[in-house]
């Protein structure tokens, strides 16, 4: 028999952390390399809400179990910020605080998925989706947006996939990888197509507050209402608010799912770390300022970025209006020939990349399709202008 378990050894390695974890190794061996693989803002977690956490660490109270579900306070927060910024009313009692977004997506599809389900899944997609979802033994069902359409899925495409086994739909706007971001009435739109079939709809919202030039972020529930007896929103501090090490998330569902949801993590992880909670408690209930500012500077990056991207012969990037990562279409480069290699899918033009110029970027085959590559650009200026730099003179050798 084998030792590790089918189920299990079915999940890949998360690409978007291996290509992070080789451009660190590179860099502590003392490479010059500049990387775009990871997911995080380079700001530190601002001073209010570090404090806050430095309090709470002398509170003994909080050196003790606590509810499984979340700290009653931070619930409370989750339901005031819920309305502060998406402009509908949910109780504290269908919050459920988690390790994380993270936990909050596999747990979402754990309580609603079972095996044979099918779960629409807009592509490109966060990496951890697929494997998240076929882990509860449902099936996601690609359904692929590429440059032409703006990375944005239609009704019509939706419709087509869709079978009598469709649990789900997976929607996450603003979008890791693409950055792109749905209209109020293609959200709408969407979400009233979902209403009408009696699938569940289960929104990422972790990018919320990174939006650009004249996109805005429209919760789904607050368009379509009906939908909230059939939705699970999931969101978390991480992006927001520069505290992706902290490993605070949530989800916000009609309560039986919650229950079962709660019932899981009762088991799995139990309370998130007090600390955190508590630091996340002062990030939701200070004002936005903070965020303002750090979206300023993802936006000045992005422009920098997108920029300099658009100038590389066979390259397309449409600007990314969401999030903080650029998804440009590398497949006017793919079949040239570079330093005598010639790449034919965007993994091997991203190890070229790697290789020959020492930059980190992330390949679309970790999202979906090949053809693309992923960069973030939460990163400082001088770095990105340099490591775009380098692709742009890399890439300009192309024959
Ligand atoms: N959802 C999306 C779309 C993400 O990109 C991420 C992080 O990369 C998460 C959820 C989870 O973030 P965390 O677990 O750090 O809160």
């Known amino acids: 028999r084998a030792r590790v378990s089918a189920r299990v050894a079915a999940i890949a390695e998360s690409a978007t952390l291996a290509v992070d974890a080789k451009a660190k190794a590179l860099k502590a061996a003392g490479r010059p390399v500049i ?13 209010y809400v570090v404090e806050a956490a430095v309090r709470a660490a002398h509170d003994p109270v909080n050196h003790r179990y606590s509810p499984a579900a979340g700290l009653p306070v931070l619930r409370e927060a989750i339901a005031a910020k819920t309305l502060r910024d998406s402009g509908y ?19 979402a599809f754990a309580a609603i998925l079972d095996p044979g389900d099918e779960v629409l899944l807009p592509a490109p997609y966060w990496t951890t989706y697929p494997e998240a979802i076929r882990l509860t033994g449902a099936e ?72 650009y030039d004249d996109a805005v972020f429209t919760p789904i529930v607050r368009v379509v209402p009906e939908l909230a007896d059939t939705t699970i929103v999931l969101n978390g501090v991480a992006k927001t608010y520069a505290m992706t090490g902290w490993r605070v998330g949530w989800m916000i569902a009609p309560s039986d799912v919650i229950k079962a949801a709660t019932n899981l993590q009762s088991h799995l992880t139990s309370n998130v770390a007090n600390v955190s909670q508590r630091a996340a408690v002062a990030a939701l209930t200070g004002d936005l300022s903070a965020v303002e500012t750090m979206r300023t500077a993802f936006d000045r990056r992005r422009r920098t970025m997108v ?48 290789d020959e110029v020492e930059v980190a970027v992330v390949p679309g085959e970790a999202f979906g399709p090949s053809g693309y590559l992923r960069l973030s650009y939460a990163l400082g200026d001088d770095d990105l202008a340099e490591g775009v730099g380098r692709i742009q003179s890399l890439l300009a050798e192309a024959t």
């Open 35 to 47: 990387g775009f693989g990871a997911g995080e803002p380079d700001f530190p977690t601002p001073d």
């Open 89 to 107: 009313e949910v109780r504290p009692a269908d919050v459920l605080v988690t390790n994380g977004g993270k936990q909050a997506v596999f747990q």
């Open 140 to 211: 996601p069902v690609e359904v692929f947006a590429g440059v032409d359409q703006g990375y944005l899925v239609t009704v019509e495409q939706l419709e087509a996939a869709r079978t009598p086994r469709t649990k789900a739909l997976l929607f996450n706007s603003p979008s890791n990888p693409t950055g792109a971001v749905y209209s109020p009435e293609q959200t709408e739109e969407i979400g009233r197509w979902a209403l009408e079939h009696g699938i569940w709809v289960i929104t990422d919202e972790i990018y919320e507050h990174l939006t």
């Open 307 to 354: 920029g300099m991207l658009e100038q590389i012969d066979g390259v397309r990037c449409p600007a990314p209006q969401g999030a903080f990562y650029a998804y440009p279409s590398v497949e006017g480069v793919l079949g040239r020939t570079i330093r005598g290699v010639t790449p034919t899918t965007s993994a091997e033009l991203a190890s070229l990349i790697l």
